[in-house]
């Protein structure tokens, strides 16, 4: 047991190892404005690909709207062929260079991951709009790895922020298929908000202590409910209980480990339900110094009739190019 900086225990729970049938990803979606971040970004996700065996696709994209640069074209096929000299593996350009927010969301439809660097943006209009990243969240159905640090190598620890739901299963299974070698921790943290309703109702010490007991137990059932739900894998699954608030407590444990991979799942809400109640992953987003996973509550693989209409239109797009 350790304590997190708000002095909230910590309690470990054993390891197990986890099993199962494996999450595919055939298909990830790079993202580039040419920056050192998106060149980061472009790394992981040609390791990823190679390790998947998945296709991957660059696209140049201008999140804020502004105009394309006029080497745009140049550059995406110099960050391929770049690419494809480090990895034994064939990259794909989408030929079209000025893209806004809506042709990524468009793009990812045939997309099981999209990959993006961390972009500089202007604190003020992250706050009121979000960043980047959590505006696409918004309109995407597949996960979206938001990278941080330079990729040397696979993810050594990663850590999954779990909430018992019942897309909580579908994300730990992502994140251990993600690296399949990987130390995995699950963390739960619970909250202290119903704690202090039951102090301001004049609770006693006792009954307080009892409640708090009763959640730890649950907790520990939950964790159980969701490593059990597996068969045996390769990856070794520790958990972790935690209590405060979920965002700020799973962002500590994410330092205290040293974890290169923050998993976090995102209900779908309405941007202005998220600015005036919040929302756990954008937070973490916010907040996590390490690569942050965002993995939506109904996400869904991309379809083999999206994928064919994408091909498709890219097929006619160059077929017009050359004529």
């Known amino acids: 047991m350790h304590a997190t900086n708000s002095g909230e225990p910590v309690f470990a729970v054993p390891h197990h190892t986890l099993h199962g049938r494996p999450e595919r990803i055939r298909s990830i ?12 970004a472009m790394e992981r996700a040609a390791r990823l690909a190679v390790e998947h065996g998945a296709t991957l696709r660059l ?18 096929a110099q ?7 480090l990895f034994p593996h064939t990259v794909r350009t989408v030929s079209q260079t000025a893209n806004t ?57 990663i850590l999954v922020a779990v909430d018992f739901s019942d897309e909580s299963k579908q994300l730990v299974r992502f994140a251990c298929d993600l690296d399949r070698h990987a130390d995995i921790q699950l963390f739960h943290a619970i909250s202290s908000r119903d704690e202090a309703k039951l102090r301001s109702a004049e ?30 894998r390769r990856n070794r699954v520790m958990s972790t209980i935690g209590q405060g608030d979920p965002a700020r407590q799973v962002v500590v444990q994410q330092e205290y480990l040293r974890a290169d991979l923050l ?22 987003l916010r907040w996590a110094t390490s690569d942050v996973l965002i993995v939506p509550r109904d996400a869904r693989a991309a379809t083999g009739f999206a994928a064919g209409q994408r091909l498709k239109a890219d097929g006619l797009r160059r077929a017009a190019q050359a004529r």
Do not use: H, K
């Open 29 to 40: 979606l790079a993202l580039t404005d040419f920056s050192l971040q998106a060149g980061r």
């Open 59 to 76: 696209m140049a994209a201008s999140m804020e709207g502004t105009a394309p640069r006029p080497d745009a074209a140049s550059l995406l």
């Open 203 to 232: 609770a006693s010490a006792r009954q307080v202590r009892a409640y708090r007991e009763e959640c730890l137990r649950y907790a520990r059932n939950r964790i159980l409910w969701l490593t059990d739900s597996f068969d045996a």
């Open 263 to 284: 998993v976090v799942g995102r209900r779908r809400r309405s941007p202005i339900a998220d600015f005036f109640l919040g929302n756990v992953a954008e937070r973490v």
């Open 101 to 157: 927010l809506a042709d990524v969301a468009d793009e990812a439809r045939c997309a099981d991951l999209v990959v993006l660097g961390q972009g500089r943006e202007s604190p003020l209009i992250a706050f009121v709009r979000g960043s980047a990243a959590e505006r696409l969240a918004r309109l995407v159905r597949c996960p979206i790895l938001v990278v941080r640090q330079a990729a040397p190598r696979s993810y050594d620890r």
């Open 79 to 85: 960050s391929a062929r770049a690419l494809n000299a």
